[in-house]
């Protein structure tokens, strides 16, 4: 199969020809027909994710058709179109028992932990547990580009944000994350504020309903300025970039007892923010992460696409080929572009 492989962290992937994948028995070998290049690959590629072992091959956001099965599944064939969740479950620990396999303790994550789908083909463990099927309806790119960020984004405001209709959002950071989080909040009956420093992330942040719009650049205190628009804090707040600034901002713009979910991955050197613990006891902050989504809460996102409330599709950006993958994950940490980037060509 063709494939994009790194044999050292930071040096350039090349396409190069591989074996193709055989199923583990409990898994399946998935044809990919789309995959999204995401920062999460940037910063694997770079070297901040311990997971990965040399040569690596990236990729986590995929949809595709399943072509071949280990003699253990139960639940699918040679043909269906699936996509899964970056982060899979072992099956056996107690978070997976608990229905939390998204934390779960021995996690099977493509792209990371094992070779990814930035290929022509993909072995998936355990695949009952981790196999979502895909409506017909739903086309392979829109599909790849619900993997990681549009699904962390859905549980990090539904499931962890309990946003509710009529209370105040602030998203910090309008990437993919960040405009997913405010499709997925307007839907949901939130009125949004949105944080960008870049003025057409924006504008497409208030076409998808965010009711107003903050140019960081152009505003001294960001969380002062939130807090004026919403009337005293937003109720749930997300940074959906993962730095310092937009951390601290995030926590600070909430109302009381309001609720801050760290979507963005804090890698590198903005590692660690200094969290205002002061605030958080006084307000009675809560303080979140959402890490993906389990498989078996697909369901009920996968319903509000196919109703129409939540249209996907319209944060896919470009569509490239798995050649033009390289430059596009190299190219991640500068934050060029509107939308999600999606390999379609192999
Ligand atoms: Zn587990
Ligand atoms: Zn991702």
């Not at 109703?307 to 080929?321: D, F, H, N």
């Amino acid at each position: 199969m063709k494939a994009i492989l790194y044999e050292a962290f930071s040096a350039p992937p090349k396409l190069v020809n591989l074996p193709d994948p055989v199923p583990e028995p409990h898994g399946v070998v998935i044809e990919v027909m789309a995959t999204g290049v995401c920062r999460s690959d940037w910063h694997g590629w770079v070297g901040h994710d311990s997971d990965i072992v040399l040569p690596h091959v990236p990729g986590h956001e995929l949809a595709g058709r399943i072509a071949a099965v280990g003699r253990e599944v139960t639940r699918w064939k040679v043909g269906e179109r699936v996509t899964v969740p970056f982060v899979g479950g072992c099956g056996h620990c107690p978070e997976c028992h608990a229905g939390h396999q998204q934390v779960c303790d021995n996690q099977f994550q493509p792209g990371f932990t094992h070779w990814g789908s930035f290929a022509e083909y993909v072995s998936i463990h355990r695949a009952d547990l981790n196999l979502v099927a895909l409506p017909e309806t739903i086309d392979f790119a829109t599909a790849a580009s619900l993997g990681c960020r549009f699904v962390t984004s859905f549980r990090a405001v539904i499931d962890q944000g309990r946003v509710s209709a009529g209370q105040w959002l602030a998203v910090h950071g309008c990437g993919g994350v960040g405009l997913s989080a405010i499709m997925i909040a307007v839907a949901a009956g939130a009125q949004v504020v949105a944080v960008d420093i870049a003025d057409d992330k924006l504008k497409l942040a208030r076409e998808l309903g965010a009711v107003a719009t903050i140019n960081a650049r152009d505003v001294a205190d960001v969380a002062g300025a939130v807090r004026e628009i919403t009337g005293g804090g937003a109720h749930v707040s997300l940074d959906a970039l993962g730095a310092v600034t937009t951390c601290v901002n995030s926590i600070n713009c909430l109302r009381k007892r309001g609720r801050h979910i760290q979507v963005g991955l804090m890698a590198g050197t903005e590692s660690f923010p200094p969290v205002p613990m002061g605030r958080v006891i006084s307000h009675e902050l809560e303080i979140l992460g959402s890490h993906g989504m389990q498989a078996h809460r697909y369901g009920a996102m996968l319903a509000m696409i196919e109703a129409g409330r939540l249209k996907p599709e319209l944060l896919v950006g470009r569509t490239i080929s798995l050649e033009d993958s390289i430059a596009a994950l190299m190219g991640m940490d500068r934050f060029e572009g509107v939308g999600v980037t999606v390999v379609t060509e192999f």
